[in-house]
């Protein structure tokens, strides 16, 4: 073969070499627009995804969800439990008991015999006067102590035989457990919502999972001043139902209902805010 032919086979294998590196080069370039036109929108993906939970959206203050209902204004007390009224019947220093006739949990009734006792004669007068007295015209006196009230025996302080040296506590001391009452004491702003025959709900903390109900018996008229120098009024609340684990002196608390409206709107309360003069602004 000829030079001539040899130089035209050369430049045409040149040709081919030639192209085949621009399309490795078109292919280069194309992927790498590509591939920057994907960073470029995966950044810009990544930035709108921070910006969206740095800056969340808030919910609309406007849409305040309102509802037709009724609103309750209840005082909070705290108090004791104790009976309706009791009696202490007390023995004679020096007396000798003769006969007790009940004990603690028997159930009594006004007017029965529950204590003989014999004195000395010296002295007349018995410690507890209310309680009729019959006696013997004799050196020693006989003396029957009497019950003045319905009730439960809760405490015997005597026995039979047993020679009276220690007057500080009742020989006896009767409760009328009928009804048993939270007696409590309620301040000066909120005694003008207290009312007798208020209904109640009253929880003891003997009684952790019963709710018993009440109703105000009795408001005091007269306050007393504390050492704050602030006046509170007592209250008894007198409970509907009686069990017979109650025992005198059990702590518990009370929900008086002082005012009940219907089919007013109501809101959240966390919807109001009160501003330094005292008004609420809806937020």
């Known amino acids: 073969m000829s030079n001539k032919g040899r130089k035209t086979v050369s430049r045409d294998k040149g040709s081919v070499k030639n192209k085949i590196w621009f399309r490795i080069l078109i ?4 992927i790498g627009v590509f591939s920057g036109v994907g960073y470029l929108a ?16 808030v919910k609309p203050q406007n849409g305040i969800p309102v509802e037709i209902g009724s609103v309750s204004k209840t005082i909070n007390v705290t108090g004791n439990l104790l009976p309706a009224q009791q009696e202490s019947i007390s023995a004679e220093n020096g007396a000798t008991i003769d006969k007790v006739y009940y004990g603690v949990g028997d159930r009594i009734e006004k007017g029965w015999k529950v204590i003989d006792m014999t004195t000395d004669g010296t002295k007349s007068n018995v410690t507890n006067a209310s309680n009729p007295i019959q006696q013997n015209s004799s050196e020693k006196e006989s003396v029957t102590l009497r019950t003045h009230i319905n009730g439960k025996v809760e405490e015997v302080n005597v026995i039979s035989k047993q020679v009276v040296t220690d007057v500080t506590k009742p020989a006896i001391l009767i409760i009328d457990d009928s009804p048993y009452t939270l007696r409590t004491t309620i301040n000066e702003t909120d005694i003008v919502s207290v009312f007798s025959n208020q209904t109640a709900n009253i ?7 019963r709710v018993f109900t009440g109703k105000v018996k009795q408001v005091d008229g007269t306050g007393t001043v504390g050492t704050n120098g602030k006046t509170s009024y007592d209250v008894q609340i007198v409970l509907d139902e009686v069990d017979s684990d109650f025992k005198t002196g059990m702590t518990g608390e009370a929900d008086l209902f002082a005012a009940n409206v219907e089919n007013v709107l109501r809101l959240p309360l966390n919807s109001i805010v009160l501003t330094g003069n005292g008004k609420g602004e809806l937020i």
């Open 203 to 209: 929880r003891l903390k003997a009684f952790p999972d």
């Open 27 to 30: 292919a280069v370039v194309v």
């Open 42 to 57: 995966a950044n810009v993906l990544l930035k709108n995804n921070q910006q969206a939970e740095v800056v969340a959206p």
